[in-house]
């Protein structure tokens, strides 16, 4: 029995296989505040405790991989800053943040982060009796405090045993994986694995497991090509086959009313915000993925007046398979689907962002700003930019430049003179994050 989005079938599998980044927790959170954590303490790790046999396999590790066996302590720190700038997934690398994280955790000075929908669905698996393990380029000691010390509290009662790239192996060989399967026990058919990078999913399937991507808005393999494995925006999507994202099924009536009356009540709102002034604007919600086919709100409507039934079914070009004229911008919001996996898109033009977009035609840099949390990021000490985009009545045109322009950790691009297209899992998460990049915009706007 295959393992779908949407019908997780316990008795399927025997075990779940975690990646970490991007797949259980934020990739930003790694790079914005556990990197830099690392980065400012290997200089005084390496004077004080380079003796430590742990310490001193990892430097004799940097220097052979960096062919420079005379390295001295400064020199290897210097080397070490290098591969942190180039995310090089070096073994000793790893060792040595891997000490430094579960120091800092221990303390008390780091907690880890997980996605809202992790941690309960890890639980119930966990409860069904379904072994679960984490395979992740993050030494084992970092994932072991990683686990320990999460937003609610030690995890690690839940996590069977704990695989990195120096007990198991490049996450991209399927050796690795053969190595997991024989230590775990558990048959490679019955072994499903979970992550955010299409060449681990390779991989593991190679070695004979199951295994589904998982793709989160805003990470950096969002936009990526998963060909044939099935994908999920979340773990919850396992428990639920929630009518955002599922494989197989067909879409009915009922769900393309049910659809209509989710996009009304939202475009109704924006409409009294003002975002939605007219017939401006459209939004959309992804019904199924494969084939893929989204709910567009009708064109030319009043879109504080819309109700459930004006909504038009459109295939993954965003042209109509049922009766009904989509969104002139329809094409957009399918491109939006597929390039970023998101499960609804909005577009409304606000005035900030008209008068944003024209004013910063090469993008807005925000940083600093709590409110940076509202789009996933686990600080405020982070640096986003807001694409922005010459408009166009051609879509293909506009998709292409969107494409072009997509850029990390930021779930929007504005269109110049025009308004602002937002996407994110679900109808809410596009609304909240639609309401927070508008706020950003009118910021900047009461700024200059
Ligand atoms: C004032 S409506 C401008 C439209 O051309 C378009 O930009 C828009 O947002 C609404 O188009 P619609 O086809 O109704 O979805
Ligand atoms: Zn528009």
Redesign the pocket.
């Known amino acids: 029995m295959s393992v779908e989005p949407g019908r997780f079938d316990v008795d399927a599998v025997d075990a779940v296989v975690l990646d970490i980044e991007g797949t259980t927790s934020a990739t930003g959170f790694v790079v914005d505040v556990l990197y830099p954590y690392a980065r400012a303490r290997f200089g005084a790790l390496l004077a004080a405790r380079g003796a430590e046999p742990e310490v001193a396999r990892a430097v004799a590790q940097v220097r052979a991989e960096a062919g420079e066996p005379d390295a001295d302590a400064a020199r290897v720190e210097e080397i070490l800053g290098r591969w942190v700038d180039e995310d090089r997934k070096a073994t000793p690398l790893k060792t040595l943040q891997g000490i430094l994280w579960a120091e800092g955790f221990a303390r008390g000075d780091l907690v880890s982060h997980f996605y809202p929908d992790v941690i309960e669905v890890l639980r119930r698996w966990h409860a069904d009796g379904v072994r679960l393990y984490v395979y992740s380029s993050g030494s084992v000691a970092a994932q072991r405090a990683w686990f320990a010390h999460s937003p609610e509290g030690d995890l690690l009662g839940l996590v069977s045993g704990l695989y990195d790239t120096e007990n198991a192996g490049p996450k991209q060989e399927a050796d690795s994986y053969r190595k997991i399967a024989s230590s775990t026990g558990v048959a490679p058919e019955r072994l499903l694995f979970l992550s955010d990078r299409p060449g681990e999913l390779d991989a593991a399937r190679a070695a004979g497991w199951r295994a589904v991507g998982v793709r989160r808005a805003g990470e950096p393999y969002a936009d990526a090509d998963f060909g044939d494995h099935p994908v999920v925006a979340d773990l919850e999507q396992f428990m639920t086959g929630t009518t955002a994202v599922t494989s197989v099924s067909a879409v009915t009536a009922a769900d393309l009313e049910e659809a209509g009356a989710v996009l009304a009540a939202e475009a109704a709102r924006f409409a009294s915000f003002g975002w939605m002034r007219?017939?401006?604007?459209?939004l959309s919600l992804v019904l199924s993925r494969d084939p893929l086919r989204l709910a567009v709100?009708a064109?030319?409507?009043d879109k504080g007046e819309l109700t459930s039934s004006d909504v038009v079914l459109t295939d993954g070009a965003g042209a109509a398979v049922g009766p009904g004229r989509p969104?002139?911008?329809a094409a957009l919001h399918a491109r939006v689907a597929r390039l970023t996996g998101a499960g609804a898109v909005v577009?409304v033009?606000t005035v900030a962002s008209v008068v944003m977009g024209q004013r910063s035609p090469e993008g807005l840099v925000f940083e600093g700003l709590e409110m940076l949390k509202g789009l996933g990021h686990p600080t405020h000490e982070v640096s986003v930019t807001l694409p922005v985009i010459a408009n166009s009545q051609d879509m293909t045109v506009l998709g292409d430049r969107l494409e072009a322009a997509l850029a990390p950790g930021m779930p929007a691009v504005v269109v110049a003179g025009?308004?602002i297209y937002v996407w994110g899992a679900d109808a809410r998460e596009a609304r909240h994050r639609a309401e927070v990049v508008e706020w950003l915009l009118e910021l900047e706007l009461a700024r200059r």
């Open positions: 007219g017939t401006s604007g459209n709100t064109s030319g409507r969104s002139a911008e577009h033009h025009h308004g």
